[in-house]
């Protein structure tokens, strides 16, 4: 079931660090994309399918490293990964983590998290461009947690 963009109106604030999937990816495109919004592509059309480019590559740069990475260059983001401090932590199903922040000359955002590299970085641009929480309009909202129940 695709996305369908029929109003702008505001439902709900989300925490960035919990946005995923075609949410994220749509915040990520809203912030280096802006005219693909500001000229209505995105009115009344499926949002999949708008996130699906000319050449067919669907932008995802929350599951793509070589569009995540173009990003997290360009836009100077830190990455580390989250280790687990003992052989017991790991052993006890310890789960790979990462985080991303932006911080430069003392200035800087607070870190985002996520289970591969990809999300922590999109979540952490997210923040440094839109804040710490994004608005999502309710065409947005209703069909993603729709598809989700």
């Not at 949410?23 to 995105?42: K, Q, T």
């Not at 480019?53 to 990455?79: K, R």
Request: hydrophobic letters at 40%.
């Amino acid at each position: 079931m695709g996305l369908l963009i029929k109003a702008e109106k505001v439902i709900m604030k989300m925490n960035t660090n919990e946005l995923s999937g075609l949410l994220l990816d749509c915040e990520v495109a809203r912030i280096r994309n802006p005219e693909w919004f500001d000229n209505g592509y995105m009115k009344g059309c499926d949002l999949f399918s708008l996130l699906t480019m000319d050449d067919g590559v669907v932008y995802s740069p929350s599951t793509s490293h070589e569009q995540a990475f173009i990003i997290v260059e360009e836009d100077g983001i830190d990455l580390w990964c989250n280790v687990p401090r003992s052989v017991a932590e790991k052993n006890a199903g310890w789960v790979s983590s990462w985080r991303a922040c932006y911080h430069r000359c003392g200035v800087g955002t607070e870190p985002s998290f996520g289970e591969t590299p990809m999300l922590a970085a999109m979540r952490a641009y997210v923040v440094k461009h839109a804040g710490a929480s994004v608005e999502i309009p309710d065409c947005y909202a209703t069909s993603v947690f729709a598809e989700t129940a």
